[in-house]
């Protein structure tokens, strides 16, 4: 089984892949630190989201080519 940090659905869909000869990828944004109560503005977030959608979209396409 795949060594994860964070998020078992990233693990789950990362093995499936593998034992299945396919590539698969996860992106994460992480918006707050509960155990330090540390939380994110929603500007914040929002700009942390797209930038994962940018490296995902470009990512894709780079594989694509």
């Known amino acids: 089984i795949s060594a994860c940090l964070v998020g078992s659905e990233?693990?789950?869909?990362?093995?499936l892949a593998a034992r299945s000869g396919l590539?698969?990828?996860s992106l994460l944004t992480v918006s707050d630190l509960?155990?330090?109560?540390t939380y994110v503005s929603d500007e914040e977030l929002a700009e942390g989201v797209e930038k994962l959608v940018r490296v995902a979209l470009d990512?894709?396409?780079r594989l694509n080519t």
């Not at 990233?10 to 093995?15: K, L, Q």
Request: with cysteine.
């Open 23 to 25: 590539r698969a990828g």
């Open 34 to 37: 509960v155990d330090r109560d």
């Open 10 to 15: 990233m693990c789950i869909e990362t093995d």
């Open 59 to 61: 990512t894709v396409v």
